[in-house]
């Protein structure tokens, strides 16, 4: 840590790791030996299956007082995806909004999405309406993935495209809503069997663009 006045140092020039430490016991004495094949054909809810298959009881997720295990947050997300292909006949690729604050329910709803063979769009709920209005245009989604804290702007939105179109397909579920929690409890929580591929669409997320409107 010798500095001389007025001389100076590069960073190519320094040692951050003995070079010991790249040879024999050293900590990076296998780091050429790392390599592994990945199945490029697993999903990614495929790839969480599994690991609720190795290890159930270890928390998976904890938000706050709440905390689940792998095995908990996999049903969850389970009876999610066998009520949105029960009730929505969801389709691969088909885009699924969620505008949804940070909490369990986030990650319940995307596991859900990918399991029904959905792709999910995160909307941010602090978004201004005409930003709302544009995602929501913009996906043509029928499907809106809530919570009791979100979607009292949905349902605005919903409200403004009846009065223009007279009709509107779109459905607002507000999934820590008492009816939602009592319908959901009633599906199965066993992993699905959903025709879903590594090529299919897992997600969309609007970023802004050069023009003003946002782009997916």
């Known amino acids: 840590h010798q500095k001389e006045v007025g001389s100076k140092l590069r960073l190519e020039d320094l040692s951050w790791v003995r070079e010991e430490e790249y040879s024999g016991d050293g900590i ?20 969480f299956e599994r690991q609720v298959e190795k290890t ?19 049903e969850r997300s389970n009876q999610l995806a066998h009520y949105l292909l029960e009730t929505y006949k969801i389709q691969p690729d088909e885009l699924i ?20 063979g959905g792709a999910y769009v995160p909307m941010d709920p602090g978004y201004p309406m005409d ?17 009791e804290n979100t979607k009292d702007r949905l349902y605005d939105y919903k409200k403004l495209i009846a009065t ?29 069997n959903t025709e879903v591929s590594s090529g299919d669409l897992s997600y969309v997320i609007y970023t802004s663009g050069t023009t003003g409107k946002p782009k997916g």
């Open 28 to 47: 990076f004495s296998n780091l050429l030996d790392t390599y592994s094949e990945y199945d490029t054909t697993v999903t990614i809810h495929e790839l």
């Open 56 to 74: 159930p009881d270890h928390i998976a997720l904890v938000y706050e007082d709440i905390k689940l295990t792998y095995r908990e947050l996999n």
């Open 97 to 116: 909004l969620l505008c949804l604050e940070r909490s369990e329910q986030m990650l319940i709803a995307i596991l859900g999405v990918l399991k029904s």
């Open 131 to 147: 930003r709302i209005e544009h995602i929501l245009g913009d996906t043509k989604t029928r499907l809106v993935l809530g919570e």
């Open 164 to 192: 223009e179109a007279e009709s509107s397909n779109l459905s607002v579920i507000s999934l820590d809503s008492s009816e939602m929690k009592s319908e959901l409890s009633t599906c199965s929580r066993d992993n699905l």
